[in-house]
């Protein structure tokens, strides 16, 4: 599951457009869907076509050299060294929180926390 967790997230174009053309989803619960449902179908597809047993993570890259002879990544990792048809860097840029310094925050009355680390206990009522 996405360590980030945005619970009013919800797509900004109709839901055709995510959604592969060789796996639609059957029927999405609203026009904008929100982030569970999408990653529900994302999921699914991984599952589906056995995506979740070719990952790796948790693994630092050391170095990755261009294609070898039959159009394969080297790939050396922290975990051990792999060979791949694709490379994906999924770095995740934002999933270590680095909170703005904003002038005044110090005095905000409210609580303060970075999406990469939601605060499920706080009340989103009439927010």
Known sequence: MARQHLPRL?????LG???FSFARH???G???ARQPEIQDYACSLADRFGVRERIVTGADVLAADGYEDGGRWRIRT???DWS???LISATGPWSEPVLPQ???LERFAGEVFHSSRWN???DLTAR
Do not use: E, L, M
């Open 120 to 122: 499920h206990d706080h």
């Open 17 to 19: 457009a995510y959604s």
């Open 84 to 86: 791949a048809q694709a």
């Open 102 to 104: 904003v002038p005044g």
């Open 30 to 32: 609203r026009f904008y």
């Open 10 to 14: 919800r797509v900004r174009r109709a």
């Open 26 to 28: 059957p029927a999405w």
């Open 78 to 80: 922290s975990r051990g």
